[in-house]
C-alpha cells in the first residue's frame, strides 16, 4: 500500500463542525490500545502542503518520531487529532493554519498553509501512574 495514497475504500470520516475545517479521517482502524492525552506516542508519518508537497517525512528518515500527547509537544493538529486512535492504525489529518504553524510558517511551511498528514500509530506507551 502507497503511504500517501492509500486505498480509503472502507474508511471512517470525523470532520469536525468548526469553521476551521480541520479533519480527522480514520484510513485504517488499528486493533492496538487506544490513545489518551499522557501518552507517548511512536508514530511513522509523511506531511504535505495542499498541493502535494512533501514538507517533512519520518519515512524518509526511517526513524520514528515519538513525543507525549496532549501536552504542546507537537502542532494542536496532532495532539487533538490522534486522541482515540488505535496503535497500528493510520489517520489523515488535514490541519489548517490555526491548529499548525499559523501566520509563522516553518522551515519549508509558508505562512498561513494548511497542511496535511498521514499519520501510522506504531507504539502508545501509557504513562506509569494509570
Do not use: C
Amino acid at each position: 500500500m502507497n503511504f500517501l495514497n492509500p486505498s480509503i475504500g472502507n474508511s471512517q470520516s470525523q470532520t469536525s463542525a468548526s469553521k476551521t475545517s480541520f479533519s480527522v479521517e480514520e484510513v485504517a482502524v488499528g486493533t492496538g490500545s487506544i490513545t489518551e492525552p499522557g501518552d507517548t506516542l511512536s508514530v511513522h508519518y509523511v506531511g504535505t502542503l495542499t498541493d502535494g508537497r512533501v514538507f517533512d517525512s519520518s519515512l524518509d528518515r526511517n526513524v520514528p518520531f515519538s513525543f507525549t500527547l496532549g501536552v504542546g509537544q507537537v502542532i494542536r493538529g496532532w495532539d487533538e487529532g490522534l486522541i482515540g486512535m488505535r496503535v497500528g492504525g493510520k489517520r489523515l489529518l488535514t490541519v489548517p493554519p490555526e491548529y499548525g504553524y499559523g501566520d509563522q510558517g516553518v522551515g519549508a511551511i509558508p505562512p498561513n498553509s494548511t497542511l496535511v498528514f498521514m499519520v501510522e500509530l506504531l507504539d502508545d506507551q501509557k504513562p506509569s501512574s494509570r
